[in-house]
């Protein structure tokens, strides 16, 4: 079965700066697809980014890139210009075929002004 | 457009008690899914749906039902709650194939006393 991992539970960073969280996954498949989600206090289901895993070039989405590393099986997610709306939990999501998405543990980000 | 409902939003149940969570949406995707998101294990499926009439068991389905009689509906049954089902559940929907996201609904907490 595919796992996602994610080895952070606890980010912060100051507003303004850049901050990574990191993503691995395990998978045999070679078509498939990667997504972040934003998961405020709200409680809301958030999409922030995805990665087609046939495409080379890394996804971006205004302050938000990825680092996609297929042969290492990475998927890290770059935040450019923290703000404090940010402050979030971060989760990583795997989706195999049959549109079943697996997720990670989640990160806790915390934006400090 | 409200595109994925869930109710109710908070819910306490005594041992043993059963209930349904209810799910519509109205973007007429035929892939609907249940999730439960517990502290550090992120989000894990529990049944999924492909469309009306056909239902299958994702990675913790022993204490759940399902059902998917129309394309908008997907409850999920708890037959006899029991206080490992305390969480929170949230449905989600696909429009595509794996290059859509899932649209999810703001999600039910439940505590089993």
Redesign the interface.
């Known amino acids: 079965a595919q796992t ?1 991992t ?1 080895s952070q ?1 606890e980010m912060s960073v100051q507003e303004a700066e850049t901050v990574t969280l990191s993503c691995t996954y395990d998978t045999s498949e070679n078509n ?2 990667l ?1 972040w989600y934003k998961q405020p206090p709200s ?3 958030i ?1 922030v980014i ?1 990665q ?1 895993a046939y495409k080379q070039q890394n996804a971006t989405e205004n302050r938000f890139s990825v680092n996609f590393q297929k042969a290492a099986k990475s998927f890290s997610l770059k935040i450019s210009d923290s703000q404090l709306g940010d402050t979030a939990m971060y ?1 990583c ?1 795997f ?1 195999e ?10 990160t806790i980000l915390r934006v400090k002004s | 457009n409200a595109g994925v409902t869930q109710t109710p939003k908070f819910q306490v149940l005594k041992t043993g008690q059963s209930m349904t969570l209810q799910c519509a949406q109205d973007m007429n995707h035929e892939y609907m899914s249940w999730y439960r998101q517990d502290p550090g294990m992120g989000l894990r499926l529990i049944h999924y749906s492909v469309g009306a009439g056909i239902t299958d068991q994702g990675e913790v389905p022993n204490g759940y039902n399902v059902s998917r009689s129309t394309t908008e509906d997907f409850p999920l049954r708890l037959l006899s709650a029991a206080p490992s089902q305390t969480s929170v559940y949230f449905c989600a929907t696909i429009g595509g194939k794996g290059n859509s996201p899932l649209h999810f609904g703001n999600g039910t907490r439940l505590t089993v006393t």
């Not at chain 1, 075929?97 to 989640?106: C, I």
């Open positions: 996602v994610q539970p498939y697809y997504f409680r809301q289901m999409l995805r087609e989760f999501a989706m075929y049959g549109n079943k998405l697996v997720f990670g543990a989640g």
